[in-house]
């Protein structure tokens, strides 16, 4: 690509507008994700005593199921935040890149 192709393709307000977008859903989910951890980690410090509670006899605390958990949903909100991004966005940047190949 060269840099001419670049300019062309930062210029567009389309583009503006879709990296404006990006940056809003990117940090709505990465909100959600913050939270959640610091939901956790308020659980560790505010509840030891419950966070080390034995479970089946003694095998293994609440904690490992409440990390496990965090775990899988941080997983989970990743891959949803990357479905919805390719879903919602890459439709966007490639009618702004055709647009730029077109004029240029």
């Known amino acids: 690509m060269t840099s001419d192709f670049k300019d062309l393709i930062l210029a567009n307000p389309k583009y503006e507008q879709c990296v404006r977008e990006q940056r809003v859903v990117a940090g709505k989910f990465a909100l959600l994700a913050l939270l959640v951890f ?3 980690l308020a659980l560790l410090i505010a509840a030891p005593e419950w966070m080390a509670h034995p479970l089946w006899g003694g095998r293994m605390t ?3 199921p409440v990390t496990l958990w965090l775990i ?3 997983i989970a909100l ?3 935040y990357a479905a ?3 879903r919602a966005f ?3 940047l490639d009618a ?3 647009e730029a190949k077109r004029v240029f």
């Open 84 to 86: 919805y991004a390719e």
């Open 38 to 40: 610091a939901d956790y």
């Open 72 to 74: 899988v949903f941080m």
């Open 96 to 98: 702004i890149f055709n």
């Open 78 to 80: 990743a891959r949803r």
């Open 62 to 64: 609440v904690a490992l």
């Open 90 to 92: 890459d439709p966007q």
